[in-house]
């Protein structure tokens, strides 16, 4: 059910709808006050909607977005908590988008907050009419805040669409030609990326045009080709004469946004090695050599074939059951390596791969036999240790 109340040019319309359908008809009268505007009076159609329990926080949150992309327009919510007390919440963004990013940054800012505007005509395809589109942007840089927010007549785009391709491409390509020209850029440096720049960035952008390309119909985005293009090339040129204005602004958001890339290759670096750590010690066949493991990881089934040299390691691979057998060699005949200088060279190096294997948690020194230390059953991976060798 919904009740719709209209005063303008000295008339009062009012019309009432039911079930997505008009009752009655129209009715006009004059109306001798000033005031001008919309009221709307809207139910939820039970027969429509499964769930009519909708949060205070969905009103509060749809008006302030309405507010920040509607300058000058109060918005009042009036929550009602009992028949004759009412919770009221009002929003007002006298400048629209600017003090909306300037409540967000608040002193946390390292840049001044630039507010942009321009207005261009063109059309999607040749064979599409020619449109009109109005764009405005305030952004500024901080090194503690980060916030990208698109709107479009006066909708919230969530995934943005156009305007986020249009940032991204703008940002990156001019950002990057300041830092070539100004020989910013280590030798070891690679080129920025967009997540350099947004770390550092809190950018609003409202855009209004007489047609409009959704990709789908939640309205979470549009994909309008001329918006795009035409934003891209605004914004890289207004990008362009800001860092030539305002020099020592420039250099700060290019010096942080070089941080933020070198920390981000660092910590990717950081990232990829302890990954390669981790599975490593996940994976006993890359910590030891010819190891073959099994596919179970229950220690209470696991068993592990002890064979000498690579040809008894062949025929045990395909014999054994590889779901809980697995198998590792040592180097030649057991008994002959007693009579070769076995103390100081292999012997330390067949126990350290077994103990690794086994998983007793064993430190050994290359000098000395007589180091082995620091034994832990607990951590046994095996719940039988078979030694398969000739008479």
Known sequence: YMEAEIHSGGYRYYLTFKHGEPVGEMIKEE???????TRIKWRPDLKVFTEIDVPVSYFTETLKRQSVVNSGIRFIFKNQLTETKFETTEFLYENGIQDYVQEYCGEDAFTSIQVWH???????????????????????????????????????????????????????????????????YLKSDGKISFQDIEDCLILVISSFSTQTSYENQTKKAIN?????????E???????????????????????VLINMRSRVKAESTRQNLKKVLALSNDMSGRVE?????????????????VEGDSALGACKQARDSSFQAVIPVRGKIFNCLKSEYDRIFKNEIITDLLKVIGCGVEVSSKSNKDISSFNLENLRWSKIIICTDA
């Not at 109306?31 to 505007?37: A, C, N, P, R, S």
């Not at 010819?290 to 179970?296: A, E, G, L, P, Q």
């Open 31 to 37: 109306y001798f006050k000033k005031d001008t505007g």
């Open 118 to 184: 321009t207005e261009k005509r063109g059309r999607d395809r040749r064979d599409k009419p020619e449109y009109k589109v109005l764009i405005n942007c305030a952004l500024c840089f901080s090194n503690k805040k980060q916030l990208k927010e698109y709107y479009h007549n006066s909708s919230f785009l969530e995934y943005g669409g156009a305007p986020e391709k249009a940032v991204r491409s703008a940002f990156v390509s001019q950002t990057d030609s300041y830092l070539k020209q100004n020989n910013k």
């Open 224 to 232: 309008n080709k001329f918006i795009q293009e035409a934003m891209t």
């Open 234 to 256: 605004f914004l890289r040129h207004q990008l362009e004469v800001y860092f030539i204005e305002n020099r020592l602004e420039a250099d700060k958001v290019c010096e942080q």
């Open 290 to 306: 010819k190891f073959v493991d099994c596919r179970s990881k229950d220690s209470n089934e696991r068993e592990l074939f002890i």
